[in-house]
């Protein structure tokens, strides 16, 4: 079975301040990783994902993530934060193959002036 | 199209009642998804579809939930006899096939969710 640990369940930051928020997930077989983002009562937004070929993945608002699989990590980054990144930040993998998302508890990113 | 419908938004429900949520997809995706997310939780995996046919259940969908899709459009969950347990959000979700048939190289979609919550 697979499973997503997200290390950090909250993570404080001050405004314009790098931030990197850790996720590592654990599988017998190759799968696909991905970043979500949830803004308060809201669904689910793609941050970015990671499916083959270069491992230091682009997504929107700024965010890049790095797929390390000798670490079985894919840690989230941005080398400045804004207000409007609050939110709750999901990792999570998908074997390949298969349909269903396996996600991590969430980080709670909070951002201070 | 706007994207994933769900409806309602909230509903508040009296513990032993049925309740019934609706999941509209984006029109063109075959596929779609059911998850439940707790308080402080990630989501979790309920069911999933392929047009009509239910091919994905997971052991958190007890007998008392049931899901359907009779003409592989929009998606109904029903849950009967709700506990307070069944508090959560309930997530949907939907893709499509990567028009080259690869179709690992797809991304879900989410709705905004219906908050259920059983007093």
């Known amino acids: 079975a697979q499973s997503v640990t997200q290390l950090d369940s909250q993570v404080p930051v001050f405004e314009e301040a790098p931030v990197e928020l850790r996720c590592n997930y654990s599988s017998s077989v190759s799968v696909y990783l991905f970043w979500y983002v949830q803004y308060p009562n809201q669904g689910l937004q793609l941050l970015l994902k990671?499916?083959?070929?270069?491992?230091l993945v682009k997504g929107i608002n700024g965010f890049e993530a790095e797929f390390n699989k000798s670490q079985t990590s894919f840690h989230l980054r941005k080398p400045s934060v804004h207000i409007s990144d609050t939110a709750e930040y999901f990792c999570?993998?998908?074997?390949?193959?298969?349909?269903?998302?396996?996600f991590g508890q969430g980080t709670r990113l909070t951002i201070n002036p | 199209d706007t994207g994933v419908s769900q409806n309602p938004r909230h509903k508040i429900t009296k513990r032993g009642q049925n309740v019934t949520f609706r999941c509209d997809p984006i029109?063109?995706?075959?596929?779609l998804y059911w998850y439940r997310q707790t308080l402080g939780q990630g989501p979790e995996f309920l069911t999933y579809?392929?047009?009509?046919?239910?091919?994905?259940k997971s052991r958190l969908l007890s007998d008392r939930f049931s899901a359907e899709r009779p003409k592989g459009s929009f998606s109904t969950l029903e849950i009967q006899r709700t506990e307070q347990g069944d508090s959560a959000m309930y997530l949907c979700?939907?893709?499509?096939?990567?028009?080259?048939?690869?179709?690992?190289?797809?991304?879900?979609?989410f709705g905004q969710g219906t908050r259920l919550t059983v007093v």
């Open positions: 990671y499916l083959s070929g270069s491992t």
């Open positions: 029109s063109e995706h075959n596929r």
């Open positions: 979700a939907s893709s499509s096939p990567d028009l080259g048939g690869r179709q690992w190289n797809t991304e879900a979609f």
């Open positions: 999570a993998v998908r074997i390949q193959g298969a349909q269903k998302l396996v």
């Open positions: 579809f392929q047009n009509e046919a239910q091919l994905e």
